[in-house]
């Protein structure tokens, strides 16, 4: 059965990414490109957040950063270029935009 899409923010391009919480699940929000990319916000070497807050996500580099081990993610893809999970991708969520809003299709 197909999951549902839930409503997650509103359409706010910025060059920053958030974090948003639904329903006791973390989506990381990147909004810096032509279409808004949603990802799990779950590191694929153990399962823990990459970050707490959204100011913790990026590196010097501008890739995602996981706040424990140090593993770095390419934004556009969420493929991990280095760190232990070399070669892993975030789990990315599928999502659309309708009336102003992404809306994300939760696991
Ligand atoms: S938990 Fe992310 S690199 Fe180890």
Known sequence: MTKPFTKICPVSPAAQPSIVAI??????VDQSGSQPRLWLNSCPHTGAPLAM??????????EFECCLHGAKFERSTGLCVSGPCKSEYLETVPSKI???YILGQLP
Do not use: K, R, W, Y
């Open 23 to 28: 329903n006791g699940i973390d989506v990381i």
């Open 53 to 62: 807050q959204a100011d913790e996500l990026i590196c010097d580099t501008g």
């Open 98 to 100: 309708e009336s102003g």
